[in-house]
């Protein structure tokens, strides 16, 4: 097993990883070339092809369930038969703005789900800031929303857990506690907020994965995956819980000082993946975010999916062309697409 | 309060408890320590007692620990809810440590000497369960005096702007965060009986408009519920009977730790976290 990295050496390689493309335009290859392999190879295969689906949507009222089932379909969701598990990013309640992914794509989804042939399809989420999740769930709607469906709900901040061993080593971590329902489910469906965040750049499907692992270990905010470093622990926790498909809600979407105290912004879109590195990189993308400028991407790009936009099978729109400029911090200036900012060493977050 | 509602409470708690005596934090589960420690304080129970005792480390702690992570925070509790000799070690672990020291940045501006208590051993302190060691302190070894004052200090610090508290983070890239209801109530819990000091005023007035806010979760009604009432504050009977109707609608979602603090609230229990003056 290879050194775990910390957070500092991980922002100064990433920093160098930046400068690399910035400077000699050699991208990120050459950079990955030179580091260590920190993850069983034996666990991690070869990454099939990925396919994406972005698709326009405009509205969380009208025609959701379709565009679901073909964003789906686009993309070879094979759910027949299967346990199905949608875990939204549900973190804490603001009336004033849209931090949460909308109970009506959840709603969506599970009829879409079941429509394909899902044999049971559960909601799940462990809320990483707000410790009561009943608040968080009512408050929200998502509560009735699912109601509506008939959809059951897991609070993973208190179910039963495993502990499994990590088989990437990007954080000091080993094991990871994980809830007994992600465990069990035949397909978890990670579906983030597109948002930008204040101490990762963006947060799509990889780092929405945080929410899978529970409070009452981990505490509130989750600090014991702050103090080992946001980078790191996104690839440890997302390689752990490994979310087979990814849907982003990027109907309305956050810019500025994510992932809670942004602005909204309607970007109009949903992508749809099956291979969440790659529903990722296109996600930054139409943020015009450079998916080869957010390191922790990049990496995950080494074994855990697609990160070469080259090589993904794109369906539907064209990220590029449906971009929408999401503001960014200035110290994550240096991600936008056709930046000539530097990276800027960002202070540790608390834990 | 009646003791109806007492009993259904305690009723639906017992849904949690394990073979072995102590409680999980759901019906099915093994124990842990949290909702052993609650359900000991809620029911004055011998059972859930010994098993903290049981499974106490010997140097006081009580842990929740899956690979390289120690959650460390119900020591707090269990030094409460034991008693005698073994309360006194839990409560001594506490006076003894302290979170991580992590350096202030004008990024996130805090007190870097009053780091407080953390959730998991060695890493940066949050607002509960520096509550919860202050409170317990004050309960169970208030000689402790320069712990005590370290935690109350910590918690002056990470005060929200216009009074009351979230997680731990009052100001994060110059933006003001928004106190929460639930770690509101448990600061009030360790700050009882503070007559007159204004962080204990501007905290009671934050709880007061925040559990009506966040009526629909059990857990905040649950914990506001049983400040209230140790602050002798005249909102306890409104917020117990909200208390009443989203546990007869919900059950809490069967969240024992919820339902643990909501039998502390309206019963007996609560005398044992009332701190003498």
């Not at chain 1, 899902?118 to 929200?140: K, M, S, W, Y």
């Not at chain 1, 000082?257 to 993308?285: C, E, K, M, Q, Y």
């Not at chain 2, 129970?45 to 499974?55: K, M």
């Not at chain 2, 006194?88 to 020291?101: K, N």
Request: with cysteine.
């Amino acid at each position: 097993m290879t050194d775990p990295f910390d957070r500092r050496t991980f922002l100064r390689r990433s920093a160098i990883a930046v400068l690399g493309v910035t400077a000699t335009g050699l991208g990120v290859a050459s950079y990955v070339k030179r580091r260590q392999v920190p993850w069983d190879r034996e666990a991690f295969g070869p990454i099939p092809e990925a396919r994406v689906a972005l698709v326009r949507a405009t509205s969380y009222a009208n025609g959701l369930e379709e565009i679901v089932l073909d964003g789906l379909r686009a993309v070879g969701a094979e759910v027949r038969g299967a346990r199905v598990l949608l875990k939204p990013n549900l973190v804490e309640y603001d009336p004033g703005t849209t931090i949460n992914t909308d109970p009506r794509l959840v709603a969506a989804t599970v009829v879409a789900m079941r429509r394909l042939g899902a044999a049971n399809v559960i909601v799940a989420e462990g809320p990483g800031h707000r410790r009561d999740t009943q608040f968080v769930l009512t408050a929200t709607g998502l509560s009735s929303t699912l109601a509506d469906v008939e959809a059951a709900f897991v609070d993973l901040n208190t179910d039963a857990v495993v502990a499994r061993r990590l088989r990437s080593h990007y954080t000091a971590l080993r094991s990871l506690a994980l809830p007994r329902s992600i465990v069990e489910a035949d397909v978890v469906v990670s579906m983030p907020k597109m948002k930008t965040h204040h101490w990762a750049g963006v947060t799509l499907s990889l780092k929405n994965c945080f929410g899978c692992v529970p409070g009452r270990i981990y505490g509130w905010p989750k600090n014991a995956l702050h103090k080992v470093g946001i980078e790191p622990a996104i690839l440890d926790v997302a390689a752990a819980v490994r979310p087979n498909l990814a849907i982003v809600d990027g109907i309305v979407g956050m810019e500025g000082n994510g992932p809670i105290s942004g602005t909204p912004v309607a970007s109009g879109v949903l992508i749809f993946g099956n291979d969440p590195v790659a529903a990722d990189v296109v996600a930054a993308r139409s943020m015009n975010v450079d998916p080869e400028r957010v390191p922790y991407l990049v990496e995950a790009g080494r074994f855990l999916g697609q990160a070469d936009l080259e090589r993904i099978r794109m369906e539907g729109e064209d990220p590029e062309r449906e971009a929408t400029d999401f503001t960014v911090l200035p110290s994550f200036a240096h991600l936008k697409v056709g930046s000539l900012a530097e990276p800027v060493p960002l202070p540790d977050a608390p834990g | 309060m009646s003791d109806h509602t007492f009993d259904s409470i305690s009723e639906a708690l017992a849904a949690s408890r394990a073979p072995d005596g102590g409680f999980g934090p759901r019906a099915g589960l093994p124990s842990e320590p949290e909702p052993t420690a609650l359900a000991a304080l809620a029911l004055g129970d011998g059972p859930a007692r010994a098993w903290l005792e049981a499974n106490q480390r010997a140097d006081g702690t009580m842990t929740l620990s899956i690979g390289t992570v120690d959650n460390v925070a119900s020591t707090a509790l269990a030094a409460i809810a034991l008693e005698g000799a073994a309360g006194r070690r839990a409560a001594d672990a506490i006076a003894d440590t302290r979170a991580s020291r992590v350096p202030s940045s004008p990024a996130v501006p805090f007190n870097a000497d009053l780091p407080g208590w953390p959730w998991t051993a060695g890493a940066f302190g949050w607002v509960e369960p520096t509550s919860m060691a202050v409170l317990a302190l004050r309960i169970v070894l208030p000689e402790a005096t320069d712990a005590i004052d370290h935690g109350t200090g910590m918690l002056r610090d990470r005060e929200c702007v216009g009074g009351g508290w979230n997680y731990g983070n009052r100001i994060v890239l110059g933006e003001e965060l928004a106190p929460f209801g639930q770690p509101t109530a448990i600061a009030m819990l360790a700050m009882q009986t503070a007559d007159g000091d204004d962080l204990w005023q501007r905290g009671l007035a934050t709880l007061r408009r925040l559990w009506r806010q966040e009526a629909s979760g059990g857990l905040t009604l649950a914990v506001a519920a049983a400040a209230l009432r140790v602050n002798r504050d005249d909102d306890a009977t409104a917020c117990t009977a909200a208390l009443v109707e989203t546990f007869a609608r919900t059950r809490f979602l069967g969240d024992a730790v919820a339902l643990a603090w909501a039998a502390i609230a309206t019963g007996p229990g609560l005398d044992r976290l009332g701190v003498s003056t």
